[in-house]
């Protein structure tokens, strides 16, 4: 455990500012949020690459359409190139700030072929390397802030106690 926060709904996947957490080689981004134990995880740049998305309530207007295809996860980004194997669309490069919830939208040149929401997202290391034995890529864990905390006047963000890295 890295340190402590002030609550899931302060951070997203691939933030960078306001994490609070200093003395670390490189910055460090949110890679992913756990609700359930309340968790920011938090990593090198490189831990955001995704390979790869779990798609549910996939919407397949394509037909039997087998051809090349390009991905949209973003409303602004520009498409990429993937491939969908009915549930799991894998990017053929790594993406950045990919995270369960977002749209993912399917395309033949203009034409919508199909898209879902994401469920689940696989590390592109994981998804490059998964027949190696390659697990993921290191991250740090950020906990819940407990309720006694204050408020520092001078910045109005809440300021956790230290705590030594285990």
Same mark, same amino acid.
């Given at each position: 455990?890295?340190?402590?926060?002030?609550g899931?709904?302060h951070f997203?996947?691939?933030?960078?500012r306001?994490?609070?957490?200093?003395?670390?080689?490189?910055?460090?981004?949110?890679?992913?949020?756990? $609700?359930?134990?309340?968790r *920011?995880?938090? /990593?090198?740049?490189?831990? +955001?690459?995704? =390979?790869?998305?779990? %798609?549910? #309530?996939?919407?397949?207007?394509?037909?039997?359409?087998?051809?090349?295809m390009?991905?949209?996860?973003?409303?602004?980004?520009?498409?990429?190139?993937?491939?969908?194997d009915?549930?799991?669309?894998?990017?053929? $490069?790594?993406?950045?700030? *990919?995270a369960? /919830?977002q749209?993912?939208? +399917?395309?033949? =040149?203009?034409?919508? %072929?199909? #898209?879902?929401?994401?469920e689940?997202?696989?590390?592109?290391?994981?998804?490059?390397?998964?027949?190696?034995?390659?697990?993921?890529?290191?991250?740090?864990?950020?906990?819940?802030?407990?309720?006694?905390?204050?408020?520092?006047?001078?910045?109005?963000?809440?300021?956790?106690?230290?705590?030594?890295l285990?």
């Amino acid at each position: 455990m890295l340190g402590r926060h002030r609550g899931l709904i302060h951070f997203t996947v691939g933030q960078r500012r306001g994490l609070e957490i200093g003395g670390t080689p490189e910055p460090l981004y949110v890679i992913r949020l756990e $609700a359930a134990t309340k968790r *920011v995880i938090v /990593g090198p740049r490189a831990a +955001l690459a995704v =390979g790869a998305a779990r %798609l549910s #309530g996939v919407n397949w207007l394509g037909g039997d359409y087998t051809g090349p295809m390009t991905a949209k996860v973003r409303s602004l980004a520009k498409p990429v190139a993937a491939r969908f194997d009915g549930a799991r669309v894998s990017f053929d $490069a790594p993406e950045y700030g *990919v995270a369960p /919830g977002q749209a993912t939208v +399917l395309y033949a =040149g203009d034409r919508v %072929l199909g #898209g879902g929401w994401i469920e689940e997202t696989e590390g592109a290391l994981v998804a490059a390397d998964a027949g190696q034995g390659r697990k993921n890529v290191p991250s740090i864990t950020v906990t819940h802030c407990p309720p006694s905390t204050t408020r520092s006047p001078a910045s109005w963000h809440v300021k956790c106690p230290p705590r030594a890295l285990a």
